[in-house]
């Protein structure tokens, strides 16, 4: 398997811009996080899907930030419209969950900077 | 929900010595406690874990003890390498939430 697979490995946008970044998990894989990694707030989870489904969107900063996950093999985050506070590298990982806890698949990641 | 703290923030060992970093959780509840290695630049990456069923866990150089009763868990390196210099995470999962909530980081500099 070739791991998680994100898109794009880097973006480069302007405020006000749309923004949307795109996951692929690691095959039979039934759940995945999106985080958010920066300097000051370190990692921190996004959103949580289980079977395709949000468990858990509570980290979701605001209104201008969507997740989907309509199939088992494809999620997208997006952030419209896009501040400057948004600039961080954003990580998809992805996880076989029954019984208990197992270990955390994460992508390269996506580096966002707005300007 | 569940929070983890995390220290040092930043370790500065020379190579051959040992590195120890401290994790608290608040929940008792938690049930799984991964460690995380990531190098700059790069994604972290799963180096070893622990469920609360035991307390000790090695491989190789590295070791993590969990003391359930005081509610903390430590990773220890033993001849540290310039290649072990990294940011290390802990995280704590609520038993069957799935969701682990991270440290912040420890910063791990060997120096050769």
């Known amino acids: 398997d070739a791991g998680v697979i994100q898109s794009p490995r880097h973006e480069v946008t302007e405020m006000g811009q749309e923004v949307t970044l795109r996951c692929k998990p690691i095959?039979?894989?039934?759940?995945l996080f999106w985080y958010r990694q920066t300097m000051m707030r370190g990692l921190e989870l996004l959103i949580y899907?289980?079977?395709?489904?949000?468990?858990?969107d509570s980290g979701m900063p605001e209104d201008r930030f969507s997740a989907k996950m309509p199939n088992a093999s494809f999620s997208t985050l997006k952030i419209q419209p896009s501040e400057p506070r948004d600039s961080a590298v954003y990580f998809c990982?992805?996880?076989?969950?029954?019984?208990?806890?197992?270990?955390?698949?994460f992508g390269p990641g996506t580096r966002l900077t707005v300007l | 929900g569940e929070n983890v703290e995390q220290h040092p923030s930043t370790l500065s060992v020379q190579e051959g010595d040992s590195a120890v970093i401290k994790c608290t959780y608040s929940?008792?509840?938690?049930?799984?406690f991964p460690w995380y290695k990531q190098e700059l630049g790069k994604r972290p990456q799963l180096i070893i874990d622990?469920?609360?069923?035991?307390g000790e866990k090695k491989d190789q150089r590295i070791a993590v003890t969990l003391n359930k009763t005081a509610k903390h868990f430590s990773l220890h390196i033993t001849e540290t390498q310039p290649e072990d210099s990294a940011v290390y995470f802990c995280?704590?999962?609520?038993?069957?939430?799935?969701?682990?909530?991270f440290g912040r980081g420890t910063s791990l500099i060997v120096h050769p």
């Open positions: 622990i469920r609360s069923n035991v």
């Open positions: 899907f289980n079977n395709n489904v949000p468990i858990d």
């Open positions: 990982a992805s996880s076989f969950t029954s019984g208990g806890d197992n270990e955390q698949f």
């Open positions: 929940d008792s509840a938690s049930n799984y």
């Open positions: 995280a704590a999962s609520l038993g069957g939430s799935y969701i682990p909530t």
């Open positions: 095959s039979g894989h039934n759940s």
